[in-house]
């Protein structure tokens, strides 16, 4: 009896060994093949250095599609381990907002959601009676701290996915989407962003969606004074250039980058111009910057891309009665972009709208520079090389498949290095940039993009309002084309490396449907019977053996 005793007193004495060690060392553990619950170093030093309480209202509670329960449960997971690395700092509750006295409530908590930023989302559903049911849901965040809030949408991906790829793609975003609302929110220093538009001839309202989504994350600097140079600028923007740069201001381009700096270039290879109803004309555009790509180890093409896999224009395909008939058809110079390379800018993010794209090719002598590929058209496409007549009876043709062979081109490339400067053994010793000029320097970043187009929005004109950048007003689909550009401009300016959290990747390991209703009965018995079995097996031994102790 006094052994036992001791033994117990050892036992407890072990285990408060043990569970103060643990206090003292903190480590957690993923034994996932797919290490779903790690999060990045990045997250982890941002969480660990957050000096001001942050609270997470999830607006994604209630009784959900099996899909939309693994977001909710995932979200869940992702805030639980966010939390034990905050020190306390972090704070997260869910709530559904379909949960109200009355309707006039409900609709009063929906609008408010919709006003601080959150998107709605129709679920449709089928209950157990085999009714369809429909419900607004808000799949997304309100991230807080001090007075300032945040929203964000948890419920996104490509829309040419299936909707279990897009759930999952959504699920594999979730740290990324909330870390970075939490760094806007932790961190008061805001990045430099310098947006070139004093080539471009369109209109402000046209950029309007752009530089306010840029604002809320960034302080924006425009070049209309000309500035002498780049320096102290985090990111250089330039946005749909139509006329040509002077020697100097290429010169700012090639000792920005040169010195480390961060460029993103949104550019025409062709000048497409209003001719008449029948058509337009497009010309070849020489933007002075072919020589500084080439340099870098890039060319964009003075052609045009016609692809299969392209948006829609409302055309007037002739009369019914006394009206015309106005459909839409689909016009195949303005190509949509579903094509991705692996990175982490480009990672489930939805298709990318585009107008009268060019190719751009890569070429080689660029020692040092690193090429990867952002945007590719799909392989059914065709060049029409300029200056051409683009005839909207193009888009009254039925396309010969045959035609289009041309595979697949590149529309956006990242070239990041060790740049070489366009005017080395250039500057002279009495010239007055001798003095500062660099040959080579330190790493840098430059995306080109082969069309200005993707950072324009339309305009409401009869609201006079902008539209989102990327919707279009055909098909009232929303585009990923602000989400390719902020994802951009946010590895461009990251230095802590945040947006690697986009490359996580969650595996769907998804039943066999022919398989299930084949054997279906045979695994409903087999999990209904085999615990009975085991129990009864149990029984049955620890019963024996009984009988032969006392026998």
Not at 34 to 53: C, F, P, V
Request: glycine share 6%; charged share 25%; with cysteine.
């Amino acid at each position: 009896m006094k052994i036992n005793i001791i033994r117990f007193i050892a036992l407890v004495a072990i285990l408060a060994g043990v569970n103060w060690l643990a206090s003292l060392v903190f480590f957690r553990l993923d034994l996932t093949e797919d290490k779903r619950y790690t999060i990045s170093d990045a997250t982890k030093e941002l969480l660990e250095n957050l000096d001001k309480n942050v609270h997470v209202n999830v607006y994604l509670s209630g009784s959900f599609p099996p899909g939309f329960e693994r977001l909710e449960s995932a979200t869940h997971e992702m805030l639980d381990e966010f939390k034990s690395y905050s020190n306390g700092h972090l704070s997260f509750r869910f709530s559904d907002p379909s949960q109200a006295t009355n309707e006039e409530q409900r609709k009063k908590q929906y609008q408010n959601l919709v006003d601080r930023g959150l998107t709605p989302t129709n679920l449709h559903a089928t209950d157990a009676d085999g009714k369809r049911t429909e419900k607004i849901i808000f799949p997304g965040a309100i991230i807080q701290a001090d007075t300032l809030s945040i929203p964000v949408q948890l419920l996104k991906g490509n829309k040419s996915s299936t909707p279990d790829e897009q759930l999952n793609q959504s699920i594999e975003g979730i740290e990324f989407e909330l870390s970075s609302a939490i760094r806007l929110l932790a961190n008061p220093e805001r990045k430099k962003v310098g947006l070139i538009v004093s080539h471009t001839k369109i209109a402000p309202a046209r950029l309007s969606d752009l530089i306010a989504t840029i604002q809320q994350n960034y302080d924006v600097f425009l070049d209309m004074n000309n500035p002498s140079s780049y320096e102290g600028l985090d990111a250089v923007l330039v946005l749909k250039p139509d006329s040509a740069f002077s020697e100097d201001e290429k010169y700012k381009f090639d000792q920005y980058v040169v010195s480390g700096g961060r460029a993103i270039f949104f550019v025409d290879g062709a000048k497409v111009d209003s001719v008449n109803l029948e058509g337009t004309y497009a010309q070849p555009l020489d933007l002075n910057l072919g020589d500084l790509f080439f340099r870098w180890g890039a060319r964009v093409n003075t052609n045009l891309i016609k692809d299969m896999n392209c948006a829609q224009i409302l055309l007037n395909v002739g009369t019914m009665g006394d009206k015309p008939e106005i459909k839409p058809m689909p016009w195949r110079f303005f190509p949509l972009l579903n094509h991705f390379g692996d990175h982490a800018v480009t990672r489930n993010i939805d298709a990318v709208y585009t107008r009268f794209l060019s190719s751009l090719d890569t070429v080689g002598g660029t020692a040092g520079v690193q090429k990867t590929a952002l945007l590719m058209t799909s392989p059914y496409t065709q060049i029409l090389n300029t200056p051409a007549l683009v005839g909207y009876n193009e888009a009254r043709r039925q396309p010969n498949a045959a035609e289009y062979n041309g595979g697949e081109k590149l529309a956006a490339v990242l070239l990041e290095g060790s740049f070489t400067s366009l005017f080395q053994n250039r500057i002279l010793p009495n010239d007055p940039r001798h003095a500062t000029f660099k040959a080579e320097g330190k790493q840098g970043k430059v995306i080109i993009c082969a069309d200005g187009d993707v950072i324009v929005n339309d305009v409401d004109y009869k609201r006079s309002a902008p539209l989102p950048l990327g919707y279009d007003r055909v098909t009232n689909q929303t585009y990923g084309n602000k989400d390719f550009v902020m994802l951009a401009l946010d590895f461009m300016t990251d230095a802590n490396g945040l947006i690697t959290a986009r490359n996580k990747e969650v595996s769907i390991r998804a039943l066999d449907q022919i398989q299930i209703q084949e054997n279906k009965k045979f695994w409903q018995g087999l999990n209904l019977l085999l615990p009975l079995i085991i129990i009864a097996l149990f029984g049955s031994i620890r019963y024996y053996l009984r009988l032969r102790k006392f026998a």
